[in-house]
């Protein structure tokens, strides 16, 4: 029943930014907590990021801190990865999914989602 459908990718220089949206439909938003992976042909699902239902908890993968940036707007059902300095190894599909109920849930380990969008394409290339 529920839906998260991705949005916001493209080709981008290294360097440059690109701002992730993942929409979500069919529950509220507040009842989930959120992550972002990543998946490049011939590698398994990567996590990014996650956050916690109400945004108390955040955690990033070692090699994007401090230049992403997880974020949700409950009110209007989106979650949104803000991507800054990007490198061509940041190219992959990216994902989003959702874990419902957990009060303090937020993990990076893809096995722990329930729910999980179709994914956008990052490419970064000179």
């Known amino acids: 029943q529920l839906q998260l459908v991705e949005s916001g990718g493209g080709l981008v220089q290294p360097g440059g930014s690109l701002r992730l949206s993942c929409a979500v439909s069919g529950d509220s938003l507040d009842n989930y907590a959120i992550g972002w992976f990543r998946q490049d042909p011939g590698k398994e699902r990567e996590g990014v990021s996650c956050?916690?239902?109400?945004?108390?908890?955040?955690n990033y993968v070692d090699s994007v801190k401090g230049r992403f940036t997880i974020s949700r707007d409950n009110a209007k059902n989106t979650v949104f990865l803000q991507m800054n300095s990007l490198k061509p190894e940041d190219t992959a599909v990216y994902y989003c999914?959702?874990?419902?109920?957990?009060?303090?849930?937020?993990?990076?380990?893809?096995?722990?989602?329930?729910?999980w969008g179709q994914g956008t394409q990052v490419t970064v290339s000179s």
């Open positions: 999914a959702a874990h419902r109920i957990s009060y303090l849930f937020c993990s990076i380990t893809r096995r722990e989602y329930d729910y």
């Open positions: 956050i916690s239902r109400r945004g108390a908890v955040i």
